[in-house]
């Protein structure tokens, strides 16, 4: 209902708009212009509808038209669907290290992992890095959680990329067990 006096107040405004830049242009007066919206209105409505078009074609294109949104909605919905194989799996952990990401999918389709970081296992919060010692040339950089005061061991950048390697490797396990499932139904 708030939809419909929206599109109602935006109507009205637009043909006072009209009407104001019609009289302005013209230099009639607004009663005058607003009349000359008004025919032209009823006129173009009205040469629309005495166009001597066969009504075969008018139901044609209104079946197209339906079967076309019938098509891209259920194209929608499977898309939705599809989704669900791998929307809950943002955490696993390689190498007692606990490790999340979020999904981004490309223009072509594709699923890829963005943000891949570790995370504190004793209350899911994000780590910062810490020297040791506080110096860092002689310090060994660690994973603080400022949330519990955890210190972990820092990854190196290999072990990261394995993790990552071994999230993809069980995401392709999944996507097969799920292509499986859809088969079996």
Known sequence: MKKFFISVFT??????????????ISNIN????????????????????LFRVPIWII??????????????????????????????????EYKNILYTWNYTTTYSGKIDIENFRPICPNCDGDLTMVWEHGNR???????????????????????????????FNKLKKKLKDSQKDDNED
């Open 30 to 49: 607004l009663i005058d212009a607003t009349i000359i919206i008004w025919k032209w209105a009823y006129n173009f409505i009205k040469s629309l509808l």
């Open 11 to 24: 109507a009205v405004i637009v043909e006072v708009a009209t009407s104001i830049i019609v009289s302005l």
């Open 137 to 167: 040339h002689y310090g060994s950089p660690r994973l603080f959680c400022p949330n519990c005061d955890n210190v972990l061991n820092t990854p190196s950048s290999e072990e990261i990329d394995q993790a990552k390697l071994f999230v």
């Open 59 to 92: 139901l044609i294109v209104i079946v197209f038209f339906i079967i076309t949104i019938m098509l891209i909605y259920n194209y929608s919905n499977s898309n939705n669907c599809s989704k669900t194989w791998y929307s809950d799996y943002i955490k696993d």
